[in-house]
């Protein structure tokens, strides 16, 4: 079991209170060189009951941090009591006057500050980070604490979607002000890189997501789902993900023209009234999980998807692994995800024909849609979430390193 690395703080126990002000005064003690067991405090924009990527691969770290023995503590601005055998503080946030649904948090630097100095990480990491993420990287900065972020939300893309006015300079802006004052910041895919990159972010790393492989397989595809779904023997098209303004979702219209395919829609958000209504006759599952969603995925002959801001495409990993084809858009994530014309198709964004025209290929060549699929499979047996978040574990480990080298100490009350 890890030692307490303050003397207020046990290994298991959770910290005090964030409105318990801390004292300012820093002093460097030695400590050792890498413990060999960890302290990670998670802060996140978003988690549950909150359904989207960012919740999927925080839940995934904790996890993974709790059954090897690492100790961890959650901040965000929803959430249970604890997760995973971790306290969770829940600190102030706001909804965004777009997305009802969708919370930020508005923690204030001051009290993140406390919170480290209570709970003493070894490093803090960074989850899709935008306002909250922001105040704790200083805090973590002021404190001399490693950092590692995890850039997971296209802030530009989310603003172009939602059509704010200068939204997308200054997504931009508030991008680089973030992850210039993080000492690693991992991004899923080389479309992510090369756009932080044009931000001038230093210390950058890929890390790609990792997929459930036991809950993603072909080897759930249920006869009765597809013949409730499609009675008349149609082939499944279907999407699955948030329905947001930033998704492009409009474009499954041309997809739902073609003749024998019913389209599947699986997720919620503020779009899915408009959806509805632009697509009567497209079969409307809602938010699933767990068995639900994996039968869902491996059920569809063809999976489709639209949004073109995506840092890396999760949904498309998903499909692939449940053995469906993917036909994505030629830009952001999908480009590293999707193998064109092995595992699927890519198109130019935004362009519903060309998309219309590859899933039709597909839904009329059940030779090709099977090979297609096949391939897909095999393609990702090797990106288990295991695997992924052994790689995270190591840069953890490079950045404590890297810092301890730099500063001769850590920094604590």
């Known amino acids: 079991m890890l030692e307490s690395h303050s003397a207020g703080v046990g290994a298991g126990r959770p910290p005090r209170s964030l409105s318990r002000r801390a004292s300012r005064k820093v002093v460097r003690l030695p400590r050792p060189a890498q413990p060999a067991k960890l302290r990670v405090l998670v802060v996140a924009e978003s988690f549950l009951p909150q359904v989207n990527g960012v919740t999927n691969s925080v839940r995934r770290v904790l996890d993974h941090l709790a059954s090897h023995g690492h100790v961890a503590h959650l901040v965000a601005p929803t959430g249970p009591e604890e997760y995973a055998g971790f ?12 997305y009802a649904d969708f919370r930020i948090g508005l923690e204030t630097r001051r009290r993140l500050r406390a919170l480290m100095l209570e709970f003493q990480p070894d490093v803090v990491h960074l989850a899709s980070p935008a306002t909250l993420g922001y105040q704790a990287a200083r805090a973590a900065r002021e404190l001399d604490i490693p950092t590692v972020a995890i850039y997971q939300t296209d802030l530009v893309g989310f603003a172009d979607g939602y059509r704010i006015p200068g939204g997308a300079a200054a997504m931009s802006r508030l991008t680089r002000r973030i992850h210039c004052q993080v000492d690693r910041t991992l991004a899923p895919s080389t479309a992510s890189l090369r756009q932080l990159e044009a931000l001038d972010v230093p210390g950058l790393a890929k890390w790609p997501r990792g997929v459930d492989l036991t809950q993603f397989d072909p080897s759930h595809r249920c006869a009765a789902l597809r013949r409730e779904l499609a009675p008349h023997g149609q082939k499944l098209v279907g999407y699955v993900g948030r329905l947001a303004p930033e998704k492009e979702l409009e474009l499954l219209v041309h ?159």
């Open 255 to 413: 997809a739902a023209r073609i003749p024998g395919v019913k389209v599947v829609v699986v997720g919620g958000g503020p779009e899915e009234a408009r959806l509805r209504r632009l697509l009567p006759e497209a079969a409307f599952l809602g938010v699933l999980h767990g068995a639900d969603l994996g039968r869902a995925y491996a059920s569809l002959d063809v999976f489709v998807h639209t949004g073109r801001h995506e840092t890396y495409c999760q949904a498309a990993q998903e499909a692939l692994a449940s053995g469906v084809p993917v036909v994505a858009p030629r830009a952001g994530g999908p480009i590293d995800v999707v193998d064109d014309q092995v595992t699927g198709f890519l198109y130019a964004p935004g362009e519903g024909a060309e998309m219309a025209a590859l899933v039709k290929s597909l839904v009329r060549n059940p030779t090709l849609r099977q090979r297609m699929g096949h391939d897909a499979r095999r393609r990702v047996e090797g990106r288990s979430w295991e695997a992924v978040i052994d790689l995270l574990l190591e840069h953890y480990r490079d950045a404590l390193a890297h810092r301890r080298t730099s500063s001769g100490g850590r920094s604590v009350a």
């Open 87 to 98: 306290a969770v503080t829940k600190v102030r946030g706001a909804s965004l006057p777009f």
